[in-house]
């Protein structure tokens, strides 16, 4: 069973930048694949970026290109996201997910999932 732990949400002024960090426990093969997803009040679940374990494939939405960077270190068990250039539109509840291989923007396709970290951008 894997266990995904999110931190390092807040708040934030537009323009600023603001860093995520999950810590997983549980199977390697389970984390092969993880990444984020985010949901703002009245929005469906929105995939942000997905990282696999060698970092061989890296995936972001149209939207967060150049803006948000994922990372992992693996001796950690831990998966990053950096977010710069912070916009209002950018506020949401980020969770962190992990799934075995192949990565995908599908929420449906995550098996395991964090607990969620609010991320407020104020104009």
């Known amino acids: 069973q894997v266990q995904l732990v999110e931190s390092g949400g807040g708040l934030v002024q537009a323009g600023g930048s603001l860093g995520l960090s999950c810590a997983a426990s549980?199977?390697?093969?389970?984390?092969?694949?993880m990444g984020w997803f985010r949901q703002a009040p009245g929005k469906e679940r929105e995939f942000v970026a997905a990282?696999?374990?060698?970092?061989?494939?890296?995936d972001y939405a149209d939207s967060m290109k150049g803006r948000f960077t994922i990372s992992r270190d693996n001796a950690k068990k831990t998966v990053y996201l950096q977010m710069n250039r912070l916009k209002p539109e950018d506020t949401a509840v980020y969770y962190c997910?992990?799934?075995?291989?192949?990565?995908?923007?599908?929420?449906?396709?995550?098996?395991?999932w964090g607990q969620g970290t609010q991320v407020t951008v104020s104009s």
């Open positions: 990282i696999t374990w060698s970092a061989g494939i890296i």
């Open positions: 997910v992990a799934k075995g291989f192949p990565p995908t923007r599908w929420s449906q396709d995550y098996d395991y």
């Open positions: 549980g199977g390697t093969d389970s984390t092969y694949v």
